[in-house]
């Protein structure tokens, strides 16, 4: 680990990575301390994960673009609670490669007559670009979201880019029109390659598209998985959920040591790449469902169906009564309890710990070292029925 840690100089206005320039070791031990307070009298709080080298890390980068007073070309991030853009040139906790990609396609707008998109006036093509790297398989995807679909001399603009950077494996332009924050529109085309990137994750193939949700730190996501599955105890015959699936990535690592896995998950893009990603990596024991976690998990009790260990991974508001309560029906023996947001978790580990189940731990990763963010897997197990003690 680097005793000596750079500075960035625009991290007050940019504000993404609010822990800069407290020492690593440092935020490692805020991040602890805050899941272990939230924990008391739960379980307990084992040693974060912290990263051998935290900077780098993110695998997709975002810029949006604008100009400067003198009209020329600027990308970088929003000013924190404004949309007034911060110029980057590079970033700590970005990928080295994707913030070059986006410096280079910056110098080419002039030459090719693209204007950055104007907030105000609706004038101009360029708004935003993004970068996906797989760090697995090195397969990078640019994707140029454009506020109309006209774009002059497209196939020079990409030849010149793949020039330059031959490392790039496709190119996908994202038309977004409208007035809102949203950075990617529901339209694209494949202008370049496939139309995706793959990486690899714990020996397992997943298929990433211009919008679908996949983790952006993949060298920790695989110390995260790996604490999870290890958790879940699997011996090859068990039935497991995956709930709040998104890609399909943690069942289908599952699904290799477990006898049948069942996916679920709200939004029908990933559940699309899910079924996809079982193909490619011929699961034959797993099956998707597109629907709301908590509605699935009742009808599941609903059907007298039992389950022997439940991933569970929701977004940041954390889990519902109805879910909870039917995993309590369906009586899985382990629970593993992965969030972004220790403070929803703690909350529904506590209500599990009413309803039959002993939390066991809690174990942090470090998934976005410089910013505050803290991921942490929780694992409960159901208490013997002739021992109701409560805890
Ligand atoms: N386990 C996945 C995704 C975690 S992100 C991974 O590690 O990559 C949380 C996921 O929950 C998102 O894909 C989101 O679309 C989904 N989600 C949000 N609300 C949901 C709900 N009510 N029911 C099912 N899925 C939901």
Redesign the pocket.
């Known amino acids: 680990m680097q005793t000596k840690f750079p500075v960035c100089p625009i991290a007050k206005k940019c504000g993404g990575c609010q822990y800069q320039g407290i020492p690593y070791p440092q935020q490692l031990m805020k991040k602890e301390k805050e899941v272990r307070a939230l924990f008391k009298g739960i379980c307990t709080t084992h040693e974060i994960a912290g990263m051998e080298e935290p900077y780098h890390y993110r695998n997709k980068v975002h810029a949006v673009f604008d100009r400067d007073r003198k009209g020329n070309p600027i990308s970088g991030v929003y000013k924190m609670g404004t949309h007034q853009v911060v110029p980057v040139e590079q970033c700590l906790i970005e990928d080295e490669k994707a913030d070059e990609i986006i410096g280079t396609i910056r110098g080419m707008l002039k030459s090719f007559k693209i204007k950055t998109y104007d907030e105000d006036t609706g004038y101009g093509l360029l708004r935003h670009v993004l970068v996906k790297r797989g760090f697995a398989t090195n397969e990078i995807m640019v994707i140029l979201v454009t506020a109309s679909p006209v774009f002059p001399s497209k196939n020079n603009f990409i030849k010149a880019l793949r020039k330059i950077h031959p490392e790039i494996t496709t190119v996908v332009q994202n038309i977004n029109n409208r007035g809102t924050s949203a950075v990617l529109g529901k339209k694209e085309h494949v202008l370049y390659g496939k139309g995706y990137i793959e990486d690899v994750l714990m020996g397992c193939r997943f298929r990433i598209s211009a919008s679908s949700?996949?983790?952006i730190n993949p060298i920790q996501?695989e110390v995260l998985?790996g604490k999870a599955i290890s958790l879940a105890g699997l011996a090859g015959r068990e039935t497991v959920i995956?709930?709040?699936?998104?890609?399909?990535?943690?069942g289908l690592i599952a699904a290799k040591k477990a006898g049948q896995v069942i996916g679920?998950?709200?939004?029908p893009d990933?559940v699309r790449d899910a079924i996809g990603n079982a193909r490619r990596n011929e699961a034959k024991n797993i099956r998707f469902f597109t629907?709301?976690?908590?509605?699935?998990m009742v009808e599941m009790a609903k059907e007298g169906q039992k389950a022997d260990v439940v991933?569970m991974?929701?977004?940041r508001?954390g889990s519902?009564e109805a879910?909870l309560s039917s995993v309590v029906q369906l009586a899985p023996k382990r629970i593993v309890y992965?969030s972004?947001n220790p403070t929803t978790q703690a909350r529904d580990v506590k209500y599990l710990t009413k309803h039959g189940y002993c939390a066991e731990g809690v174990w942090p990763v470090d998934m976005f070292p410089m910013t505050d963010e803290i991921e942490a897997v929780c694992l409960l197990s159901s208490r013997k029925p002739d021992t109701k003690v409560n805890r």
């Open positions: 949700f996949y983790q996501t998985y995956d709930a709040y699936c998104g890609i399909g990535t943690i679920v998950e709200l939004n990933a629907a709301d976690a908590g509605e699935f991933f991974d929701p977004p508001s519902d879910f992965i972004c």
